[in-house]
């Protein structure tokens, strides 16, 4: 299973995962210019993706997933409430088509089975996912205000877990934000702090679990440095000393 992180963060979001002879992005919340980019270094192209996965309807997880469908014809996978937020954001007039799940459902891709399982985020039933190649199984968990039972018990047992770090809670609570979107952030459907994921991280745990991705940092109010130590701290913790540790990508700046 190979596993790229193309673009995370609060502006833009994008994961490359080839398995079973699938070649999948979740979420596509950057630019097909970024994208492409991208996917040449790691000598992919936008035409080989066989589906997008959709974990919610917020632009820097959907913004052109709409897009890549019309110029490429790609398959797009989402819940019914997930694909119709998207539609109504789009404001292209030709129609998308959607390959539709129920939250919850685990369902085949081509020789990979996807399990889905819901997140409290503030968006239309956002989801996360378990993708599994027979051999290895790759947890996805990003934007999320808190870990319920369900999303301990899909994460169980991963290989590899995409997990997400947002932000510092004083670094947030000391920045120029509103109040009121801090209040978000911190909610329970908002993200996970550093503090937090460290909290479940060592839940998820196990001698199977060879490498985590701290994804989704706030540039602004986190830093790679603080998401690090966070994260190693929780493996150590969970006797995991040698499981491999990497910081997601942040999304290009805009043009």
């Known amino acids: 299973m ?10 833009g979001n994008s994961t490359y995962v080839e398995a079973g002879g699938v070649k999948l992005l979740i979420d596509l919340g950057i630019t097909l210019k970024d994208t492409a980019s991208a996917l040449q270094s790691i000598n992919r192209q936008l035409s080989d993706i066989d589906a997008i996965l959709c974990t919610h309807h917020h632009g820097d997880h959907s913004l052109n997933v709409a897009s890549a469908f019309r110029r490429h014809n790609t398959t797009l996978l989402a819940n019914g409430a997930t694909a119709d937020a998207i539609d109504l954001s789009n404001q292209s007039k030709t129609p998308t088509s959607w390959a539709l799940f129920e939250t919850g459902a685990t ?6 089975k996807i399990t889905s399982f819901s997140l409290p985020h503030d968006a239309s039933d956002t989801v996360g996912y378990v993708i599994d190649d027979g051999t290895h199984r790759l947890g996805i968990c990003t934007d999320l205000g808190y870990a319920t039972a369900v999303v301990k018990h899909r994460l169980t047992d991963c290989d590899a877990l995409i997990l997400e770090f947002n932000h510092d809670v004083e670094l947030l609570m000391q920045s120029s934000r509103p109040p009121a979107t801090k209040r978000r952030i911190i909610g329970r ?3 996970l702090s550093n503090e937090d994921a460290a909290t479940l991280l ?3 745990a196990s001698p199977r679990l060879q490498i985590v991705f701290a994804a989704h940092l706030s540039q602004d109010c986190n830093t790679p440095l603080l998401a690090t130590n966070a994260a190693r701290a929780a493996l150590d913790k969970a006797g995991c000393p040698n499981t491999r540790l990497i910081i997601a990508p942040p999304p290009p700046p805009p043009p």
């Open 202 to 204: 060592p839940q998820l």
């Open 189 to 191: 459907n908002g993200h």
């Open 107 to 112: 369902f085949p891709l081509g020789n990979l």
């Open 2 to 11: 190979d596993i790229s992180i193309l673009a995370s963060g609060s502006s």
